[in-house]
Every structure is written in structure tokens, then in C-alpha cells.
């Protein structure tokens, strides 16, 4: 058993990444929810607000904590 070393992990690239991981899935969970009671138009969006959300994570992850 291998154990990883988080110890040069900042605190701002670890609250981040909770937060960007929690909206892209609530976004998802939503998405998926609207399409199984057939509201497609509603989970087209939470779906396509999942993908801006995941873009952003990893331009904000790119741009501050590289």
C-alpha cells in the first residue's frame, strides 16, 4: 500500500478544487435528473453549465496554482 504525499498542497488549490468538484456535480447530478423527467431543454443547460464549470476549474487551476 502505497501512501501519497499531500504536503505540498496549498490551501487555495485545495478549496478550490472542493468547490469546482461540488459544482460540477451538482450541475451533472441535475442535468441527468432533468433529462429522466423528460425536461430535456433543462438538462441540456445544467449539462452545458457542468462543462463551462469544468473549462473554468482548469483555467483557474492553470492559471493561479501552476
Not at 461540488?22 to 442535468?31: A, R
Not at 431543454?41 to 493561479?64: C, D, K, P
Amino acid at each position: 500500500m502505497e501512501i501519497t504525499d499531500v504536503s505540498q498542497v496549498s490551501l487555495g488549490l485545495f478549496i478550490a478544487g472542493v468547490i469546482f468538484i461540488m459544482l460540477i456535480g451538482s450541475f451533472l447530478s441535475m442535468g441527468v435528473l432533468r433529462f429522466f423527467q423528460l425536461k430535456k431543454r433543462q438538462g441540456g443547460i445544467y449539462l452545458g453549465l457542468s462543462a463551462v464549470s469544468f473549462v473554468t476549474m482548469v483555467l483557474v487551476v492553470n492559471t493561479w496554482f501552476s
